[in-house]
């Protein structure tokens, strides 16, 4: 008897490897490929990845026109030269399943892993159906148990949904984009690579909409009342108790009656509030908390928890669950925890507790459980996976605690018959905030101890001239948490969704902004073939899909209703290709334009723009009037110059933000002869 059994990563591979070993571990390597050889229970066990996708969809015929329904399932190092690593994995897999008589699928269990699991045992191993194992941690114990206890046959209900999901976002992908790109060459005869998709145009459509509502927005004036009062020896800022004044004169007269008077305290509330303990993280929730704290991308929370993962640390992050069942274990998590000095003393106060529970949320996934330590000891970690791990082992540790109790204080002050409200609030009782120590979310704002009548000593008074602020835009986390409200994407797609939004220009900055480009391709597409960014559409896919898994509904039925939408879909679109087109690189112009002018020509009236030379593969500056004007300034090689809209200190001259692979960027001024080049230039050395 000789066992393949089939991973999703090598590192997966050397983890069940040594977990299942009763013996010698054996490490072969063939062309860079490492696989496994070990026994168990008198058993020859061969242990190999699939490297992720080791398949992937692509067309069965190249054609230019569109919507593509003709696709296959290919190798994917025969689509891609990126992916031309993975053949080498792909002919380990075919050389060990020849030898193999049982298959035993051991990938990550979600619908990808079940995807990828599934075409290594129908493409590789020529077989219909294999074992399965299912585990959340990549713990001994938990692969000891999924291995004993693994299914006699693949999860087909989960795999027919992951088909399903592949076959929709491919269809979708490959047709908007090149109906996008053709709309454009057919229009104009200029060759620019649009993309869309089934999950992507709708993320742009949000962007846009939050964006048009700020544009519209009118500020409104308002007038507030603020004063610096002194009590007890301390400071603190008050608002007259009308928040904001709509008439400025209103205002004006309460200001001038009382400026200069002191006042003395008229009312102190307090009250006491508890505070639950958070419950354990999914995914989403760990990317929303990492971005607050840590200002960590949602795409980098994901790679760095992945990485976690794989290191046997934490549990599979990729899940959905605020969960934590009683069936893992955490006493026992708990007092392996315990054994790192940064913890100690923390489970030591929670393993006294009688009743030890976690506090979970709502959210649920039949498959893994919420996201947590799992005891194992970090070795070597660089400072930002070590700071996800800490806030995800807190995390867990803080929602077996109790509450925590605040305090919260209003304070009110009277000042000639006129009423001043300042609040605060302290932490009375730390609970669970102590072991969430450095991740605390809430402020100390401390009132001093006082009584009704103690003299206020008002050290200014300010009549504060305001208006209405927009809408806030969408930070990188906030817009994920908006798509997993709509139902759009999935937890493990929706971060690498926003990531492309950026690549293709459509959107740009911090706080998400749509660029024009992004703001005209959904003006023009609600215009001509609105389907594309439609949600509801997507959204009724989505449940769609969630009812292959449920068993609910057949693949086959789900993907002839899709390719009727998308041919009806394009209908439109073909009716409409020139105007779409035309319209569509104008925008792209404008953007350009917009995002290389660093500032106005110094020698006439036109403006300075970043270039591009394929003859010297550099950048440079020149004025847009050339050749009438022949402005021009060199910008150092290695890096991707960006306008900053700042200028220089020195000399006012344009400064460029200077991008590099892998370093931090850096400023640069573009006159040659200011004064500072040489400190710009050492700044860049040591950044």
Same mark, same amino acid.
């Given at each position: 008897?000789?066992? +393949? ?33 070990? $026994? ?123 088909? $399903? ?9 490959? #047709? ?5 790109? &053709? ?102 929730? +760990? ?13 980098? $929370? ?38 790192? #000095? ?140 908006? +798509? ?30 749509? $660029? ?59 009716? &409409? ?111």
């Amino acid at each position: 008897m000789t066992e +393949l059994i089939i991973t999703e990563k090598p590192a997966q591979s050397l983890k069940i490897a040594s977990a299942l070993s009763e013996g010698k571990l054996e490490k072969i390597s063939e062309k860079g490929a490492p696989y496994y050889k070990i $026994t168990n229970n008198g058993k020859e066990i061969f242990i190999a990845s699939a490297v992720g996708h080791i398949f992937i969809l692509a067309e069965s015929s190249k054609v230019k026109d569109y919507p593509v329904f003709d696709v296959q399932w290919k190798p994917s190092f025969q689509v891609s030269k990126s992916s031309s690593f993975t053949k080498k994995y792909y002919d380990v897999l075919k050389k060990l399943s020849k030898e193999a008589t049982e298959i035993v699928v051991a990938t990550d269990y979600d619908i990808e892993g079940s995807v990828i699991g599934a075409n290594v045992v129908k493409f590789i191993c020529n077989k219909k159906n294999a074992k399965r194992m299912k585990f959340s941690t990549l713990t001994k114990n938990e692969l000891l148990s999924s291995y004993k206890e693994a299914s006699k046959t693949l999860d087909f209900p989960q795999i027919e949904a992951g088909e $399903t999901r592949h076959t929709l976002d491919f269809y979708w992908g490959i #047709s908007t984009s090149r109906a996008l790109t &053709n709309s454009i060459k057919n229009a104009t005869g200029r060759y620019k690579i649009m993309s869309s998709g089934r999950v992507q145009g709708p993320a742009l459509k949000i962007i846009v909409d939050k964006e048009k509502e700020i544009q519209r927005f009118k500020p409104v004036p308002y007038w507030q009342l603020q004063l610096l009062g002194e009590i007890k020896s301390k400071t603190l800022e008050f608002f007259h108790e009308k928040i904001r004044f709509d008439k400025e004169i209103e205002a004006s007269e309460i200001y001038k009656r009382i400026k200069g008077s002191d006042g003395k305290v008229h009312e102190i509330k307090k009250s006491k509030t508890a505070i639950k303990p958070p419950s354990p993280f999914d995914l989403t929730s +760990l990317q929303m908390e990492a971005y607050r704290v840590f200002k960590m991308q949602p795409k980098n $929370t994901l790679e760095n928890a992945q990485n976690l993962y794989l290191a046997g640390l934490i549990s599979y992050p990729r899940t959905s669950s605020q969960q934590l069942p009683e069936s893992i274990n955490y006493k026992e998590i708990i007092s392996k925890i315990s054994k790192q #000095s940064d913890y100690k003393e923390v489970c030591k106060n929670l393993l006294s507790m009688k009743d030890l529970k976690p506090n979970n949320g709502i959210k649920i996934d039949k498959a893994h459980p919420a996201i947590h330590p799992t005891g194992e000891i970090p070795e070597k970690l660089s400072k930002e996976v070590h700071n996800l791990y800490d806030l995800i082992v807190r995390r867990t540790l803080a929602s077996f605690s109790i509450p925590a109790i605040r305090e919260l204080i209003t304070l009110k002050i009277e000042v000639k018959n006129e009423i001043f409200v300042t609040s605060g609030s302290r932490t009375e009782s730390k609970g669970w905030l102590e072991i969430y120590s450095r991740f605390n979310p809430y402020k100390e704002e401390e009132v001093p101890d006082t009584k009704v009548g103690d003299d206020v000593k008002v050290i200014e008074l300010n009549l504060l001239s305001k208006e209405t602020q927009p809408p806030k835009r969408y930070t990188p986390a906030s817009i994920i948490k908006k +798509l997993e409200q709509l139902g759009l994407g999935t937890k493990a797609t929706r971060s690498s969704i926003i990531e492309t939004l950026f690549d293709r220009n459509y959107v740009h900055n911090e706080s998400i902004e749509a $660029t024009s480009l992004g703001i005209k391709t959904v003006e023009t597409l609600e215009k001509y073939c609105s389907e594309i960014i439609d949600e509801k559409l997507t959204r009724h896919f989505e449940e769609e899909m969630e009812q292959i898994q449920e068993e609910k509904k057949k693949k086959e039925e789900v993907i002839e209703e899709a390719k009727i939408v998308l041919i009806k879909m394009f209908k439109h679109f073909k009716e &409409n290709e020139a105007k779409i087109g035309k319209s569509l690189y104008e925008a792209n112009q404008e953007t350009l334009n917009i995002q290389t002018i660093v500032g106005k020509c110094y020698e006439c009236e036109g403006s300075l723009k970043i270039n591009y030379s394929k003859k010297n593969k550099s950048y440079f500056i020149s004025c847009n009037k050339y050749p009438d004007c022949k402005a021009i300034f060199s910008i150092p090689k290695y890096a991707l110059p960006k306008p900053s809209g700042k200028f220089c200190d020195e000399c006012n001259y344009p400064v460029l933000k200077m991008i590099r692979k892998g370093k931090r960027p850096y400023e640069f001024c573009i006159n040659k002869n200011c004064k500072k080049k040489l400190e710009y230039l050492e700044n860049s050395n040591q950044l």
